[in-house]
């Protein structure tokens, strides 16, 4: 199965401020045929099912407020939220659905 | 707009049988692969199964691989989980998610999960 790892496991930041949380993959999660990475984001409230961020490590999923980006290639990938908002406190997960065994990364806390 | 209900959580002792259901809407259900995810108390989300928008490919995690069987009636526009042997470690709140095409990709819509709780 393909590990993935994330950094930091929670991050504080100030509102307005950026945040960026890493996940990196245990082998390369591209796609060769159409050259896109199979590497998902998600935010997950307390309460509230998950929510899909990003997908293809870069498409925002609809209705994504755009100052949620993903980057990245390979295996190492970064989601970016530009300027934090209240709303945005959250468990943030990675999920590569490049091998038949789907598998997140283990979270990272993301707290104001 | 999608809709997502799952139904069928509960507690049960180690060792039984449980059947979860997900009744889908709002989307042309026979169109679309679909998932089963967890989330157990305090840890992060698991993955569980997919299954593709005909039932033609199903894949598991290893660690319910030969105990849960994901499956899916397009005529009644509901997706399910078979979960036998259950151990206390599949205590967990599962949810059902819509993939974002015909097969095995990511889970762009959710439901609000159903818990279930495997204890003696």
């Known amino acids: 199965d393909i590990v993935m790892t994330q950094s930091p496991d929670s991050l504080a930041v100030s509102l307005g401020e950026r945040a960026t949380i890493n996940c990196k993959s245990s082998?390369?999660?591209?796609?060769?045929?159409?050259?896109?990475?199979?590497l998902a984001w998600y935010q997950h409230k307390v309460g509230r099912p998950p929510r899909l961020l990003i997908y293809?490590?870069?498409t925002r999923g609809s209705g994504v407020p755009d100052r949620f980006s993903g980057s990245g290639s390979g295996t190492e990938f970064t989601l970016t939220i530009s300027s934090l908002q209240a709303e945005d406190v959250a468990v943030y997960y990675c999920?590569?659905?490049?091998?038949?065994?789907?598998?997140f990364g283990p979270g990272t806390k993301l707290e104001i | 707009q999608v809709q997502l209900v799952e139904s069928g959580g509960g507690v049960v002792q180690p060792g039984q049988s449980l059947r979860l259901s997900c009744a889908a809407s709002?989307?042309?259900?026979?169109?679309?692969?679909m998932h089963w995810v967890r989330q157990a108390p305090d840890k992060g989300l698991e993955w569980v199964a997919v299954i593709w928008y005909d039932g033609s490919n199903i894949f598991y995690a290893e660690s319910v691989e030969g105990r849960f069987t994901i499956s899916r009636d397009n005529s009644k526009n509901t997706l399910y989980l078979y979960m036998t042997h259950l151990r206390a470690e599949d205590t967990a709140t599962y949810y059902c998610?819509?993939?974002?095409?015909?097969?095995?990709?990511?889970?762009?819509?959710w439901g609000q999960g159903t818990l279930v709780t495997v204890s003696s």
């Open positions: 709002g989307f042309t259900f026979r169109s679309f692969g």
């Open positions: 998610a819509r993939a974002g095409g015909d097969g095995d990709y990511w889970a762009s819509d």
């Open positions: 293809g490590a870069s």
């Open positions: 082998q390369s999660v591209l796609f060769t045929s159409t050259n896109e990475h199979h």
């Open positions: 999920q590569q659905y490049h091998n038949t065994r789907h598998t």
